[in-house]
């Protein structure tokens, strides 16, 4: 059995930032992939960002420089610094691991809210 468990969502300011974490039941250095989605009310889900077990990473165009991603083995927790935050970063989060046995095994969070507004 595998839990993630998002947290660190809330409202915050334009401007502002706000760290998420995501603890995992287990070890992550067990997921050769982790990332960060976020859905907005009325919109598909989109890749914010990915982090391999190798240390790649992969930003979405409309947080580069603003969001990064990063893991700590010892914690079991993947994290995501938000910084800069803009009203369209409002969405629920959510926590993403995969494992690959010959096939891609994924493995979601319940999602955290996050606001962003004035």
């Known amino acids: 059995q595998v839990q993630l468990v998002e947290s660190g969502g809330g409202l915050v300011q334009p401007g502002g930032s706000l760290r998420l974490s995501c603890a995992a039941s287990?070890?992550?250095?067990?997921?050769?992939?982790m990332g960060w989605y976020r859905q907005a009310p009325g919109k598909e889900r989109e890749l914010v960002a990915s982090?391999?077990?190798?240390?790649?990473?992969n930003y979405a165009d409309s947080v580069k420089g603003r969001f990064t991603i990063s893991r700590d083995t010892a914690r079991n927790t993947l994290y995501l610094q938000m910084n800069s935050l803009k009203a369209e970063d409002t969405a629920d989060y959510y926590c993403?691991?995969?494992?690959?046995?010959?096939?891609?095994?994924?493995?979601w969070g319940q999602g955290t809210q996050v606001t962003v507004s004035s």
């Open positions: 993403k691991g995969e494992i690959l046995r010959g096939l891609i095994i994924s493995y």
């Open positions: 287990g070890s992550i250095a067990s997921f050769n992939t």
């Open positions: 982090i391999t077990s190798g240390g790649s990473t």
